[in-house]
């Protein structure tokens, strides 16, 4: 599946009010994201930081939740998850050929 495939099939089910487009998945994102790092902190803490095969999956799981809503919010903002993909790809090798992957800043 490609991404813009997976973007089409994330869209059959993106129901929210016309209203909140970009507001509600970036919401979305940031709770998602919030829950893998959360599952990521409950290995560390109650599982001696192993990663056995179903936690790993349980981590997946939530992952494809951080893709669904990055897949709304690109659709709400214009934007295919192929151009995402390909965009930031030019950016990081844009980086590494400057010598400027490491550091902060958008703008490097």
Same mark, same amino acid.
């Given at each position: 599946?490609?991404?813009? &495939?997976?973007? &089409?099939?994330?869209?059959?089910?993106?129901?929210?009010?016309?209203?909140?487009? *970009? *507001?509600?998945?970036?919401? @979305?994102?940031?709770?998602?994201?919030?829950?893998?790092?959360?599952?990521?902190?409950?290995?560390? !803490?109650?599982?001696?930081?192993?990663?056995?095969?179903?936690?790993?999956?349980?981590?997946?799981?939530?992952? @494809?939740?951080?893709?669904?809503?990055?897949?709304?919010?690109?659709?709400?903002?214009?934007?295919?998850?192929?151009?995402?993909?390909?965009?930031?790809?030019?950016?990081? !090798?844009? !980086?590494?050929? !400057?010598?400027?992957?490491? @550091?902060? @800043?958008?703008?490097?």
């Amino acid at each position: 599946m490609t991404l813009n &495939e997976y973007q &089409e099939h994330a869209l059959e089910t993106a129901i929210y009010p016309a209203e909140s487009r *970009i *507001i509600y998945p970036t919401l @979305g994102l940031t709770g998602e994201a919030g829950e893998v790092a959360d599952k990521v902190k409950k290995i560390i !803490r109650d599982n001696k930081k192993e990663f056995t095969p179903e936690k790993k999956a349980e981590i997946m799981k939530e992952i @494809g939740d951080v893709l669904w809503y990055c897949a709304t919010l690109s659709h709400d903002l214009g934007y295919t998850l192929d151009e995402v993909a390909q965009t930031n790809v030019d950016k990081l !090798r844009s !980086r590494m050929d !400057r010598h400027k992957i490491t @550091g902060s @800043g958008d703008n490097r």
